[in-house]
C-alpha cells in the first residue's frame, strides 16, 4: 500500500466505531491480438464482461540458468470473490488460465500476484455475508463484521491479554483460520496445478500458525474459529501468537512455503489503525531460484521506495526485486507525499534498478507521518552506492472494496535492451523527458511492459492527461457509472542476468 495506505478508510471507519464516449474510451476489450518491435498485445474479456489485457515480451535465446519468466499479475477483485472457497479460487484461476499458454519449458516460470491478495477474505462465508450484501460503506460493513468474531476474539484476548485495548489485531488474530486455509489452499494449489512457482500476500501471523486436529481448541468450539461455508472442518487453525505482518510468501511448484518476507516500513494506517507488527531489516534475505543463478527478493509496497531498504537488498545480492503492491486510493491524482502520484511511484518501480543515482523522496517512510498539507518531501538527489537489483517486477491490485478503491498501473521496469524509454505512467512525460529541476530523473533503464491504466488517453498531452484522468478516476467508484471497471492485467516477460542483452 503506498498513498492509499495513508488514507485507507476502511479501518480508520472501524476504529470510529456504458463506457464513456469520443477519445476518453475504456481500453479497447474487443478480443484480438496486436504486435509491435518489442511486445505482444492481447485484449478481452471475462464472461462477466470483465476487461483484460495480457502484455508479453520473450526471448527464447538466452541461458536458461541465468534467465526466469516472470508474470505480473495486476489482479482485479470483487467482493463477490470471497462467498465461497470455490469462487475466491476461480476469482484467480481465470487469470492463471489466461497465462497458462505462456508457461515456459525452457526457463523457470514464476507468477507474482499483488499485497493483501487476502484482505478481502475479511468478508469471507456466512459471517461476512451480511456485511458483503447491505453495507453501503466500510464503516457499515465493519460495524457488521464485528459479532461474527465476537467468540473468535474472546479466546485472543484472553490468550494475550496485551490486545486487550487494540480493536483492529483481535479481528485478524480472530480471522485467522480463514484468512489463512482461503489463501494458503488458493496459491498452493495454483503452484501445484501450474508447475510454477507463486508469490503471494497476506496478513497473517505466519510462522506462528497451529492446526488443531478436532472440534474445539482450549474450551472454544470449532464453530468460534471456522466459518460455516468452509467444506472441511476437520481440522482449524489458531495463531499462537499476538502479532500479525503484512507478508509476501514464495510457493514452490510443489505448493510449499520455501521464503516469506514481512513488511518493514508501515504506512500510518497499517501502524496505528490496523496495528500490524513491523518486520526487521535483520530479516530480509534474498531467494534463489532453484536451478538458475537469479536471486529474487520482495519489497512490500512502500518498502520499495525507501532508499535504505533497496541499498539493503542490493547489498545481499537481489537481482530481481518483487514489489507486489494494493494502492488503496485513487491512482490518477496526488500522492501521499503531494506530488501527482505516478511520480511518486517512479521512485519505486525506477529508483530500485539505478545505478548511480535518481531524484526521488530520501525518506518516504518518515514523510508520510508528516501531518503538513501539499507536499511532505523535497525531492533531491539520491546516490546509489552499489547496484545488483537488475529488474522490478510490480503487479497492483485492482478492484472497489465498499468505498474504497484500488488502483494503479501494473509494470516491469528493468536494465536490458528492450528498456523503453519513450512511455511512463498516465499522466508523465515520456522516461527520457521526465526532469526534475532541469536534471533527468532516472538516467538508467526503463519499462519492459507497462500496462495500460483503465481509460486510454494516449492522444493527450500529459497536463490534459492529467486533467482528464482526476475526473475519469472518480467514475470508477462505489456507485458511479463505470463503477469497478477497472483492468485486470497479466505482464509476461523473460528477465536475465546476461550481461550482453
Request: net charge negative.
Amino acid at each position: 500500500m503506498w498513498k492509499g495506505d495513508f488514507l485507507f478508510p476502511f479501518f480508520r471507519l472501524f476504529l470510529i466505531l456504458t463506457f464513456l464516449a469520443s477519445s476518453f474510451s475504456f481500453l479497447s476489450c474487443e478480443k484480438g491480438k496486436v504486435s509491435d518491435d518489442t511486445t505482444k498485445i492481447e485484449e478481452g474479456t471475462f464472461e462477466n464482461g470483465d476487461r483484460y489485457v495480457i502484455m508479453r515480451s520473450f526471448e527464447e535465446n538466452l541461458p536458461n540458468q541465468k534467465t526466469v519468466r516472470f508474470f505480473a499479475f495486476g489482479h482485479k477483485f470483487s467482493i463477490e470473490d470471497v462467498e465461497t472457497e470455490e469462487k475466491y479460487y476461480r476469482s484467480y484461476l481465470k487469470v492463471a488460465e489466461l497465462a497458462k499458454p505462456y508457461i515456459s519449458k525452457k526457463y523457470e516460470n514464476v507468477f507474482v500476484f499483488e499485497e493483501h491478495a487476502g484482505l478481502p477474505l475479511l468478508f469471507f462465508g456466512k459471517r461476512g455475508k451480511n456485511a458483503r450484501e447491505n453495507a453501503p460503506n466500510s464503516l457499515v460493513a465493519a460495524a457488521l463484521l464485528q459479532p461474527e468474531f465476537q467468540d473468535a476474539s474472546s479466546y485472543y484476548v484472553s490468550k494475550f491479554p496485551e490486545i486487550s485495548t487494540f480493536l483492529a489485531r483481535p479481528l485478524f488474530l480472530a480471522a485467522t483460520d480463514t484468512l489463512w486455509r482461503v489463501f494458503f489452499d488458493t496459491f498452493s494449489k495454483i503452484a501445484k496445478d501450474y508447475g510454477v512457482w507463486v508469490v503471494s500476500c497476506q496478513n497473517s501471523p505466519y510462522p506462528h500458525i497451529e492446526k488443531v486436529q478436532g472440534n474445539s481448541k482450549d474450551g472454544f468450539p470449532i464453530s468460534a474459529f471456522v466459518d460455516e461455508v468452509v467444506k472441511d472442518k476437520s481440522y482449524f487453525y489458531v495463531a499462537t501468537t499476538s502479532n500479525v505482518w503484512n507478508t509476501c510468501f514464495v510457493f514452490s511448484p510443489q505448493g510449499e512455503i520455501k521464503h516469506y518476507t514481512r513488511k518493514v516500513n508501515l504506512v500510518p494506517t497499517e501502524k496505528s489503525d490496523l496495528q500490524f507488527s513491523s518486520g526487521t531489516y535483520e530479516e530480509l534475505s534474498v531467494f534463489r531460484i532453484p536451478g538458475t543463478e537469479v536471486d529474487i527478493c520482495v519489497a512490500i509496497s512502500l518498502d520499495a521506495f525507501v532508499p535504505r531498504y533497496i541499498q539493503e537488498l542490493d547489498s545481499k545480492g537481489c537481482d530481481v526485486l518483487l514489489q507486489p503492491d494494493a494502492n488503496s486510493g485513487a491512482w490518477a491524482t496526488d500522492g501521499g507525499l503531494g506530488y501527482w502520484q505516478p511520480l511518486e511511484w517512479l521512485g519505486s518501480s525506477m529508483g530500485s534498478i539505478q545505478t548511480k543515482k535518481y531524484i526521488g523522496c530520501p525518506n518516504p517512510h518518515e514523510a508520510l507521518f508528516s501531518q503538513k498539507t501539499g507536499q511532505k518531501c523535497n525531492f533531491e538527489e539520491i546516490t546509489v552506492n552499489s547496484k545488483s537489483i537488475k529488474y522490478n517486477v510490480n503487479p497492483m491490485m485492482t478492484g472497489n472494496l465498499f468505498e474504497v478503491s484500488f488502483d494503479g498501473q501494473t509494470a516491469i521496469t528493468g536494465r536490458d535492451k528492450r528498456a523503453r524509454r519513450d512511455i511512463n505512467y498516465v499522466g508523465l512525460p515520456k522516461l527520457q523527458d521526465l526532469t526534475f529541476e532541469g536534471k533527468i530523473m532516472f538516467e538508467d533503464g526503463g519499462f519492459i511492459l507497462l500496462g495500460p491504466w483503465s481509460f486510454d488517453l494516449s492522444s493527450l498531452t500529459p497536463e490534459e492527461q492529467q486533467n482528464k484522468s482526476r475526473e475519469l478516476q472518480k467514475t470508477l467508484y462505489q456507485g458511479e457509472e463505470n463503477e469497478g471497471k477497472y483492468l485486470s492485467t497479466i505482464l509476461i516477460a523473460d528477465l536475465t542476468l546476461e550481461p550482453d542483452f
